[in-house]
Every structure is written in structure tokens, then in C-alpha cells.
């Protein structure tokens, strides 16, 4: 539809989605293809298989980048996602790629590596994701994997196969960043709302709808540093341990050499955002708290400082963890009873499941998928 010869604006973010849609399915298609034809059927299928966590990641987690911003009614669902999509692209030039280094290098012994315990730890992330999906539960896709490639790497090779200071940085951080967020979202609220007691309700919400888009976009920044960069870890880790063992496993190598694994992980998870989502969004932006373009704001900020933080210090929390304390720590702000602290709980009891469960079924599918291994060698 056009006025006067131009555009409809609403029309611009259908286009926006469908173009990214189709450049990121060409270009992930051109670089996964040309990896199969200088690599072993079985590492372009993991790869495969990495990008389809990711992409269940997209449906799963990213929802979290546009929860508070759809369910205040500041954008439409598309509009958000295309928003939080360009954000999430941007934050790999903001931040580096310290957390896929921790995850590459800081969970599993780098000897014990190989196709099969990848594999593996992503079948046992993606099935934790995909049950909690259809419950409706925001539980956190980097833990799943976390916990998968422990459990099979412990299958493979015993306790001795972790390294306990990441593992016990990372559990330390399942508590400390909702935590962080709740504190942070708390504190922003009161300040914002002795700051603005005076104003009335009209310009308050006027202001912060503005504003929200602003603490949307430094979330999703933050959101890319973290979640996006998961599986950049897990492809490179897995590349570097087979087809690239001459190549040496750096940041610098990896962002100079191999800059098209960012893009794609990238595009995998925007991707998965792009169609699915909304359970999830429902239950942080509205079963938990009922939020207001103010407290969106105030919630978004407190969950984007958190990140920023750990980000910079390449530590890989989950932004599903810290959105959600940021909305109950704003929640609480209002009054306790503003809280369903039911629905809070039982998200909490998802979070301390993730790690161990997600483990037990990395290390069932290893022990499955290295059976059926030996019967074809």
C-alpha cells in the first residue's frame, strides 16, 4: 500500500523479515556446503545438527530479547524481532567473542573431543529444549548445552573429562545472575519511580515507550554476546578438533579466518526467532509480572547491564535467567503480591534441573550413539 508514492511504513518490516530470511538461509546453505565438500559426512552433519540447536535456541530463548517490548505493546511481534535480529547481528562487533571461547575452550578437556561427544551434547540440549518449549518453560538453552557435552564427555572418559573451574564458574553464575538482575531491576525501578513521582501517568508512559526501545535494543546486544555465540564455541571446537587440527583455536583465528561461523550462528538463532517464540514470550512478559512500557524499561535495563558485565569478562550466564530475575526484582519493587510467584517457582525449578538433566541425556546418547559407532566400524 502507498501514500503519495511511498511505502507503507508497515510494510517495511515484512520486508525487513523476509529479506533477512532469505539472504541468511543463502548464505548459510553457501558455507555449510562448501564445508561438506573439503570435510567427513559425519562433521557437516553435526554442524547441521549445531545450527539446528541454534535454531531451537531462536525459539526457545532469543523470545526472551522481545518479550518485555511485545508484551507492553511498545511493537508488534514482528517489528520486534527484527529489531531484537539486528541487535543480536551487531553485538559480535561490540563485545568479541569471549563467551564462545569459553565455551570452546573452557568446559571439556580439549583431548577428549571429538565428533560423537558433540554430537552428543547437542542431541541431549536440543531434546531439554525442545520438552521445556512445549511447556511453556524459559529455561536456559546455554545450560542445556552446557550440561549435554558434560554428560557425554563424562561417558566418554570419565569425571576427569571437565574442568571443574568452568563448571563451577557457570553454577556459581545459575544463581548469581538472576540474582544480579533482580537487585538491578529492583533498584532502577525505585530510582525511576522516586525520579518521576511527581509526573503524570500520560507523559510517563509516553516517555518510556520511547525509551523501551532503547533498553530493547541494549538487551538484545546483550542477548547476541551470550546466547548467539553458544554455538559459534561448539562449531569452531568441533572444526578445530578435526578439519582445522593445523590451525591454532584463537579468537583472533577464528574472527580473521573463519568469520563466517559467526554469521551463520547468528542467523540460525534469528532465524528461530523469526518463527516461533510466543509461548515463551506469554509467560516471562505477562504470567510472571504484568509489565508497563515503564517497567519494561526498568526490567530490559537491569538484565542488560547484568550481561554487559559478563560478557566482558567472557562468562556464559543465561540471559533467561537474568531477563526473568530483572522482571521479578521490578515486580517485587511494586509490591510482592505483584509477583505470580508460582509461575516464578516453577521457572526456577527448570533452571536447576537444565544442568543435571540435559547431562543425563548427553550422557545416554553417547553412550547409544557410540554403540551404533562400533556395530558400523
Not at 8 to 30: D, E, Q
Amino acid at each position: 500500500m502507498t501514500k503519495g508514492g511511498r511505502v507503507s511504513r508497515g510494510l517495511i518490516w515484512p520486508f525487513l523479515a523476509i529479506g533477512f530470511a532469505i539472504w541468511g538461509t543463502c548464505y548459510t546453505c553457501y558455507h555449510v556446503g562448501s564445508l561438506a565438500l573439503k570435510c567427513p559426512l559425519l562433521v557437516t552433519a553435526v554442524v547441521l545438527l549445531a545450527l539446528a540447536f541454534d535454531f531451537t535456541n531462536g525459539i526457545h530463548d532469543a523470545a526472551n530479547s522481545i518479550a518485555t517490548v511485545v508484551s507492553t505493546r511498545v511493537l508488534r511481534p514482528l517489528q520486534a524481532v527484527v529489531w531484537a535480529a539486528l541487535f543480536n547481528f551487531i553485538a559480535a562487533y561490540v563485545f568479541g567473542i569471549h563467551v564462545a571461547m569459553t565455551i570452546g575452550t573452557g568446559i571439556v578437556q580439549p583431548e577428549v573431543v571429538d565428533t560423537l561427544l558433540i554430537l552428543s551434547g547437542l542431541l541431549g540440549a536440543i531434546l531439554w529444549n525442545l520438552t521445556t518449549w512445549h511447556l511453556g518453560l524459559p529455561t536456559s538453552s546455554s545450560h542445556a548445552l552446557i550440561g549435554g557435552l558434560a554428560g557425554a564427555a563424562i561417558a566418554k572418559s570419565g569425571f576427569g573429562a571437565v574442568m571443574p573451574a568452568g563448571l563451577l564458574t557457570i553454577a556459581a553464575f545459575i544463581v548469581l545472575s538472576p540474582l544480579i538482575g533482580l537487585v538491578l531491576g529492583f533498584s532502577i525501578g525505585l530510582g525511576m519511580t522516586l525520579l518521576l513521582r511527581n509526573a503524570r501517568p500520560a507523559q510517563v508512559d509516553s516517555f518510556f515507550r520511547k525509551g523501551q526501545l532503547c533498553s530493547a535494543a541494549l538487551y538484545s546486544l546483550g542477548h547476541g554476546t551470550n546466547d548467539a555465540q553458544k554455538t559459534m564455541g561448539i562449531i569452531a571446537l568441533l572444526l578445530y578438533s578435526s578439519i582445522w587440527k593445523d590451525q591454532s583455536f584463537t579468537a583472533t583465528d577464528l574472527t580473521e579466518n573463519h568469520f563466517w561461523i559467526v554469521l551463520v550462528c547468528h542467523t540460525a538463532m534469528g532465524l528461530g526467532t523469526l518463527i516461533g517464540g510466543w509461548r515463551i514470550v506469554r509467560t516471562m512478559g505477562t504470567k510472571i509480572v504484568r509489565l508497563n512500557p515503564f517497567g519494561g524499561f526498568c526490567a530490559e535495563s537491569g538484565a542488560a547491564a547484568t550481561l554487559f558485565v559478563t560478557a566482558a569478562a567472557g562468562i556464559p550466564v543465561s540471559t533467561t535467567h537474568t531477563i526473568t530475575g530483572s522482571i521479578v526484582g521490578f515486580g517485587a519493587m511494586r509490591r510482592l503480591s505483584a509477583v505470580r510467584w508460582g509461575v516464578a517457582g516453577s521457572v526456577v525449578w527448570a533452571w536447576i534441573l537444565t544442568i543435571p538433566v540435559a547431562g543425563c541425556i548427553g550422557t545416554l546418547t553417547y553412550l547409544v550413539v557410540s554403540a551404533v559407532a562400533r556395530l558400523f566400524s
